[in-house]
């Protein structure tokens, strides 16, 4: 899967910056193997429909330079030193709540309004404490770094939202619920900085060799 995503991404990007009719075959024939790829790792769409949605996305130069998306996430603990956690309605796994970066706000600001949208728990950031791939993690089947702020509860009161999450919950470092998204790399980073303990970012360690190293080493800190 992150072979065909990162070959989708060369493809793209190749495609919004050249001018070249040949480069342009080369970039479109890239792109179908791409889909093939990808519909062999388990994608829900055929190859060609693939082909065809990365093609529509293709944009001119710089904004067409292919990224992965941006989300933010929040560890927020209370008194009992538990973990706010959301169960996501869309697929029943557990999480911390997480959203999407969105245009004109800051990262802090995105984690401080998807805590409350997401759980009603008002909150404050305090720093930052992860820095995560989200398709290394499987958090998701799309290219996706994940900022996870910690965060100090201010006020509120707890209440899922109707939509997004089917539940919510304080859990302690003993009794998570399941399923859990990639908690082995993260949630002991999660408790040590809800009990106050000094931590430093969490991130990915780069992979030796880069295409086939191995996806269950420990992240670095």
Not at 99 to 105: E, H, M, P
Not at 134 to 143: A, C, D, Q, S
Not at 156 to 179: I, R, T, Y
Not at 204 to 212: F, I, N, Y
Request: charge should be negative; hydrophobic fraction near 45%; include cysteine.
């Amino acid at each position: 899967m992150r072979w065909a995503e990162a070959l989708s991404g060369i493809a793209r990007t190749g495609l919004g910056f050249t001018q070249s009719l040949y480069e342009r075959e080369r970039f479109e024939e890239v792109l179908k193997v791409a889909g093939d790829i990808r519909a062999a790792a388990g994608a829900e769409a055929e190859a060609e429909v693939l082909v065809e949605e990365w093609m529509s996305l293709v944009g001119e130069g710089v904004p067409g330079y292919v990224t992965p998306k941006v989300a933010v996430g929040a560890i927020v603990g209370n008194d009992k030193h538990e973990l706010l956690l959301v169960q996501r309605a869309d697929s029943g796994v557990w999480l911390y709540p997480t959203g999407w970066a969105d245009v004109g706000y800051s990262a802090s600001e995105v984690v401080v309004k998807e805590v409350l949208e997401e759980t009603g728990i008002e909150v404050e950031p305090v720093q930052i404490v992860a820095v995560l791939d989200g398709l290394r993690l499987g958090f998701t089947r799309i290219p996706l770094y994940s900022l996870v702020f910690h965060c100090r509860v201010v006020g509120g009161e707890l209440k899922g939202h109707p939509l997004e999450v089917s539940d919510v919950g304080w859990f302690a470092e003993d009794a998570m619920p399941f399923p859990m998204a990639g908690a082995e790399r993260w949630s002991k980073q999660a408790f040590a900085a809800i009990r106050g303990e000094q931590i430093s970012v969490l991130f990915d360690q780069p992979r030796t060799p880069m295409w086939r190293g191995d996806e269950g080493e420990n992240a670095a800190e």
